[in-house]
């Protein structure tokens, strides 16, 4: 059974940085793909930032050039970087893994980000 577990989320203002972590227990991360989704009050889940086994990163949109996910296959951890953070930023950060082969998804149970003065 995987687990992923999310920290780093919390309060801040406006124009402010975060850096979220998600920790993954499978010898598997390595060779996984790795997600960060978010879900604001009354919206539904969206996709935030991916990264491949090999490290390429794609982003959403409204993300582009203010946030930056990466990886590190030796602590089976990724980040999301998050800069210059607005209020439409406010949401749950969720980490999600992707098993090679089997295409099964695994989630973590979320990490609360408040943009806000």
């Known amino acids: 059974q995987v687990q992923l577990v999310e920290s780093g989320g919390g309060l801040v203002q406006p124009g402010g940085s975060l850096r979220l972590s998600c920790a993954a227990s499978t010898t598997n991360f390595r060779i996984s793909a790795m997600g960060w989704y978010r879900q604001a009050p009354g919206k539904q889940r969206e996709l935030v930032a991916t990264?491949?086994?090999?490290?390429?990163?794609n982003y959403a949109d409204s993300v582009k050039g203010r946030f930056t996910i990466s990886r590190d296959n030796i602590k089976n951890t990724v980040y999301l970087q998050m800069t210059s953070l607005e209020p439409d930023d406010t949401a749950v950060y969720y980490c999600?893994?992707?098993?090679?082969?089997?295409?099964?998804?695994?989630w973590g149970k979320g990490t609360l980000v408040t943009v806000s003065s």
């Open positions: 999600k893994l992707r098993l090679p082969l089997s295409g099964v998804d695994y």
């Open positions: 990264i491949t086994v090999g490290g390429s990163p």
